[in-house]
């Protein structure tokens, strides 16, 4: 089964920046389309931005936008979320999600989850 860790999590002041990391084992990482998703308290998970397997095309939610980057390596198996400008309201757990079979990480196509790293932007 394919395992995914997530790290890199942390407390910043608003308009920090922070990096976070998800390495995947267990399967064939440069096969899958890759995403992360954000829970804040008593929310479901929301799409925050995707990657394709080639890594030629990326996704982001509206209020993401210009201020994440979602990137890949596939040497190391390894999933990033580079996060600038942060804002209180993106204060959530923050899951990396795999989706093996392409169909389609946007609209509930994710088959396996990491368990999260809390991210906190302080006001």
């Known amino acids: 089964q394919v395992q995914l860790v997530e790290s890199g999590g942390g407390l910043v002041q608003a308009g920090g920046s922070l990096t976070l990391s998800c390495v995947v084992s267990g399967g064939i990482f440069s096969r899958y389309d890759m995403g992360w998703f954000r829970r804040a308290p008593g929310k479901e998970n929301q799409f925050v931005a995707s990657?394709?397997?080639?890594?030629?095309?990326?996704y982001y939610e509206d209020s993401v936008k210009g201020r994440f980057a979602i990137t890949r390596d596939d040497a190391y198996n390894t999933l990033y979320l580079q996060m600038n400008s942060l804002k209180p309201e993106d204060t959530a757990v923050y899951l990396c999600?795999?989706?093996?079979?392409?169909?389609?990480?946007?609209?509930?196509?994710?088959?396996?989850w990491g368990q999260g790293t809390q991210v906190t932007v302080s006001s």
């Open positions: 990657i394709s397997g080639s890594g030629g095309r990326t």
């Open positions: 999600a795999a989706d093996v079979d392409s169909s389609g990480i946007y609209s509930g196509g994710a088959d396996y």
